[in-house]
């Protein structure tokens, strides 16, 4: 009676085994379809934003080269004040309207003028030695304007924003599912899971060089999309009303007494710092007497121990005021500063070390993101991260065409009566919440492959 207990309990026991490992496939199965489909479609946005990525990266030394001659001058001992400067393009441009004013920075380096001529804004370089004027550039001509729209917005605006930070949320998606489909689960060799296997067929050489670089690189890759997405245009707005919502932006309090009046947020004025973006932009007290002149503004910049390269917003408006802001390579040396144009009395002074958590993690994610938090290094490993991406894409896509049937997509099947457990559902919602683009695009994802593709023998044929 004895073993035939035993026996009972080993049959319940295998078959609640079997059961286990059933589900353990079906789930594989049902990862790897939203694993393959994810990346056939998105696998070319990655491809596209991690070349412009690669090109925007170097930044610095490719404007330097294609610009030195509007960028460089020669040094001399003597140099016009801001105003002379301002003078001598005003008389280049007649008409036009001076908006932001960029000093030198450093012996050999030109001013910059920001002007509007003929509704047309520009900047202009002048040289602060001598006042002549080096030349002008359109925002829309400068070579990296073109490479940051592709990059941000595949030069089709808005519904291009869009689309590239769905790309994005999919692309933490592949890597998720991909890091499930790579868990080397039974396996115990470190070949085809740490280190790809070069000597069994192209077949597996191609599948290791897709998983093993991803599995490495999951981290890195992780981190480089996250900080990416501060600047797409739903996610972006998103975090940044968290932030404002929980403090962990910008503080309460800058201003000397009440809030400002103004509602205009300081990126709507200036370029400003991720942070300072939706800071609220005070407001000048009437005054009778004069505005205050350039010169004077950057002796407020020097007393408030601003870094080189800060940039000077004209005030818009008898209530307008000067804007301060500087973005180095370090985020601890971002600065923002609203000015009452009459007075010279600092309205806001935003810093680094004024951030909340948020900010302070997402200045920093900014940084590192484009390569300029510590200089040359920084952007090398961005590059070989960007490298790694095109790489997975590419042997993805690969693997993809080698093994699709003809007459089909290849897509892996989905098990009859397939139900996700509740911790993918689970995870799946979160997801969605956190990545508003991704929940929605998912959602219709799943409403198309029930009402549409399941029903139409064709699409059901082609899809899988």
């Known amino acids: 009676m004895f073993a035939k207990q035993q026996t009972v309990n080993h049959s319940t026991e295998d078959h609640e085994a079997q059961v286990d490992s059933a589900k353990a496939q079906f789930l594989y199965r049902a990862v790897w379809r939203w694993h393959f489909y994810a990346g056939i479609i998105f696998a070319p946005f990655v491809i596209l ?36 400067q301002i003078e001598a393009v005003k008389k280049a441009y007649p008409g036009a309207s001076v908006t932001k004013y960029k000093p030198s920075f450093v012996s050999d380096r030109s001013a910059e003028v920001g002007i509007v001529d003929k509704k047309v804004p520009m900047t202009v370089f002048i040289n602060p030695h001598n ?3 080096l030349g002008d550039l359109k925002k829309e001509e400068k070579f990296m304007s073109q490479v940051e729209r592709m990059h941000g917005e595949l ?13 994005a949320c999919w692309a933490m ?9 790579w868990w080397p689960r039974n396996k115990k060799s470190i070949f085809g899971t740490l280190i ?19 599995f490495w690189f999951s981290l890195f890759i992780s981190l480089f999309i996250l900080t990416g997405l501060p600047w797409s245009g739903l996610w972006g707005d998103y975090i940044n009303k968290i932030a404002t919502a929980t403090k962990t932006g910008y503080p309460t309090g800058l201003w000397d007494g009440n ?3 103004s509602t205009v947020p300081s990126k709507a004025v200036a370029d400003v710092p991720w942070a300072a973006e939706k800071l609220p932009v005070p407001e000048s007290k009437e005054n009778k007497t004069a505005p205050l002149v350039v010169a004077d503004i950057m002796k407020i910049a020097e007393k408030n121990h601003l870094e080189d390269g800060y940039t000077i917003t004209f005030p818009k408006g008898e209530k307008g005021v000067y804007t301060l802001s500087v973005k180095p390579d370090n985020p601890k040396g971002e600065a923002t500063l609203h000015i009452d144009q009459y007075s010279g009395k600092v309205l806001a002074n935003l810093r680094f070390a004024d951030y909340g958590i948020l900010a302070k993690a997402i200045s920093i994610g900014i940084a590192l993101h484009e390569g300029r938090y510590f200089g040359l290094v920084n952007q090398l490993l961005d590059l070989v991260i960007c490298l790694v991406l095109i790489g997975i894409a590419v042997t993805g896509c690969m693997m993809w065409w080698k093994r699709k049937p003809s007459g089909t ?24 919440i956190l990545f508003p683009l991704l929940g929605i695009s998912l959602l219709v994802a799943l409403m198309l492959d029930w009402l549409v593709i399941k029903r139409v023998p064709t699409l059901k044929k082609w899809f899988g």
């Not at 998606?173 to 489909?181: A, N, S």
């Open 49 to 84: 934003l991690a070349i412009t990525g690669i090109i925007y990266l170097f930044k610095p030394q490719i404007e330097n080269i294609i610009y030195k001659d509007y960028y460089y001058v020669q040094a001399t001992k003597e140099k016009l004040t801001a105003e002379e």
């Open 131 to 133: 006042g002549k004027v």
């Open 155 to 167: 030069m089709i605006g808005k519904a291009g924003d869009r689309i590239v930070e769905m790309a």
């Open 173 to 181: 998606i592949l890597l998720i599912t991909g890091l499930y489909l």
């Open 196 to 214: 790809p296997r070069f000597s069994k067929g192209k077949r597996i050489m191609l599948r290791d060089l897709h998983s093993v670089p991803a």
């Open 259 to 261: 809030l400002p009046q």
């Open 409 to 432: 997509l290849g897509a892996p099947s989905l098990p009859k009566n397939f139900k996700l457990m509740k911790g993918a559902v689970i995870l799946i919602i979160m997801l969605g």
